[in-house]
């Protein structure tokens, strides 16, 4: 079987280069969006209006293949639709996605970035990781990545998930009906879940409250899942230690929001998968679903179009 496979949009960019030696590994042949492709690899998540035009044009196309693993601006668009096959990133980028949430909650429990701002001795304090309890909310690839981390730890782990199957590492797993009774011994709570919008603002008072005072709140996956100014008053008045956040809502964070001034926020700005990660990882994703499509075997990094992602 052969597969035409177009790339677009093409910028002349590092990316471009890589995603199309990678179709070609996979045994795909690069062809012109407008030369009636099978498959289209989209690379520029920003540009959602262009990739509607390119799939109203081409009936032809059948299998997209989005580059992020959160795929929420593309469903809000109404991008995605049941006439084709949709696969995302998915499950690429958890390894240095989890590498990022592991320093992330270290920091945090050692008081980094207290020290980092300080310019005097400081006061003893920190917190050990070891032997402690952890919930991880989500249960795709970061959490798989994130339990290997955490096992020279010793932590005792649980994990919230849509279906609570067991999962290797985790001491265990509980669905989302009981994620406020997962709170209340975490010493951090890791967020790597998709946005969706029945979970916009899942964590806002409520879950704060419900967390251990001196808990730190780790959130890799996206702002809003978490209601900024709940998480500024818990922050303001001690009801968590603290949260590390590579996600904000809004995003980028605006010059002079609190968040900025508070001493137990770690603010990073969107980085757990940097360019220079996604390149190699985005191009193993897309060789592999090149050669399953053609093998005529599922893809990987399917996305469910009832749940969003």
């Known amino acids: 079987m052969q597969l035409r496979v177009a790339v677009a949009p093409l910028t002349s960019s590092w ?130 990545s994130l339990l290997q981390l955490l096992a020279p730890f010793r932590v005792r782990a649980t994990v919230v998930r849509q279906r609570p199957e067991p ?16 709170l209340t011994d975490a010493r951090v709570v890791f967020l790597a879940l998709a946005l969706t919008p029945t979970n916009r603002h899942m964590f806002a008072s409520a879950q704060f409250a419900a967390m251990d005072s001196n808990a730190w709140l780790v959130n890799v996956a996206r702002g809003g899942l978490v209601h900024t100014d709940d998480l500024v008053v818990a922050l303001r008045n001690g009801v968590i230690g603290g949260a590390a956040l590579d996600v904000t809502d809004p995003e980028p ?32 994703r897309v060789t592999e679903n090149v050669r399953l499509r053609i093998a005529e075997q599922p893809l990987v990094g399917l996305i469910n179009l009832e749940l969003g992602y």
Request: aromatic content about 6%.
């Open 167 to 182: 999962m290797a590492r985790a001491a265990r797993v509980v669905g989302t009906n009981a994620l406020m009774e997962s």
């Open 253 to 284: 964070l605006p010059d002079g929001h609190p968040l900025w001034d508070l001493q137990n926020c770690l603010i990073t700005p969107h980085v757990a998968d940097t360019d220079e990660m996604v390149r190699p990882l985005l191009a193993r």
């Open 15 to 144: 990316l471009d280069d890589a995603v199309v030696d990678a179709v070609v590994a996979g045994g795909g042949v690069v062809v012109d969006v407008h030369a009636a492709p099978e498959a289209l690899i989209w690379i520029d998540p920003t540009k959602l209006i262009e990739l509607q035009a390119v799939l109203d044009a081409t009936p032809t196309i059948t299998w997209v293949q989005l580059p992020l693993a959160g795929v929420e601006k593309f469903f809000a668009a109404g991008v995605v639709d049941p006439r084709r096959t949709w696969t995302s990133a998915k499950g690429s980028y958890s390894e240095p996605v989890a590498e990022h949430a592991l320093a992330l909650a270290l920091a945090g429990l050692r008081i980094l970035p207290e020290r980092a701002r300080a310019r005097t001795w400081g006061r003893s304090a920190g917190l050990s990781l070891f032997d402690e309890a952890v919930t991880i909310v989500g249960g795709g690839g970061i959490t798989s």
